[in-house]
């Protein structure tokens, strides 16, 4: 009973000077006319004195940590600024990764297999070349063609040539360089290869030609070949079928 009654004769305190600094230091403004206590009627007020006396220019000086120009505000401030300041480095460093990514995607030779002109032109233009098989090159000609071309050095010749290229177009594929230098060595060699091809149809072609003079003198040689009876007006008849034959 004794606590009973000394709780309820317990009485709540409020300090409206304590309450107006509080206040004030937080959030709301710094306003001069709550500075308690004040300095009464013609400055006389000796609690005035007391309290402010030592500190004249505290009232005078906001210092508030959120006013205008408070620390907290002025870090709040910076913190923004340096916030701002990393999000453009972010944008830059990853810009400047975007175009390092795609740098290496252009030059680098592990990667030139999934180039897409190379998949959809040369691949298919070169794929004689990266797929060479000495024995192909001869396939489907007859025995003394082939033994002509052997011969002659045709052949190795063209084995060579043909080797080259694909070491060439190798190193190329797999060398770090610019995507535009290596499209135009794919083109070169592309050049390349077909002037071997022309080349090398050229001789086979002779070859068989040759082959077949050979044949001919055989058989002229061994009578096989009937000349018919020429005479002076053998010559004038021929001309006379080709004027009649004429087409213009």
Known sequence: MLLAGLSHAQKSIRDESMVNQQERMVFKQWDRSKFTPTSGWLGINPYYWLTWGLHPNYPKTDLRPLAGTGPQLQRLSLAGL??????????????????AKEEIL???????????????????????????????AVEGLSAGIKAKLISEGSYDWYNGEMKMLAERLDMTRKT??????????????LMDYRKLMGIWSTRVSTAGRFIAQNLLQKKLKAQETRIEKWNQNTDVEIAREVLRNRKY
């Open 82 to 99: 340096q916030k701002d300041a990393d999000r453009s480095y972010e944008l830059h460093s990853d810009s400047l990764g975007n175009v």
């Open 106 to 136: 252009g030059h680098s030779g592990l990667l030139s297999a999934a180039d897409p002109l190379w998949l959809l032109y040369y691949s298919h233009q070169l794929k004689a070349i990266t797929d060479f098989d000495p024995l192909l």
């Open 176 to 189: 770090n360089q610019d995507r535009g230098a290596r499209i135009l060595s794919y083109h070169g060699m």
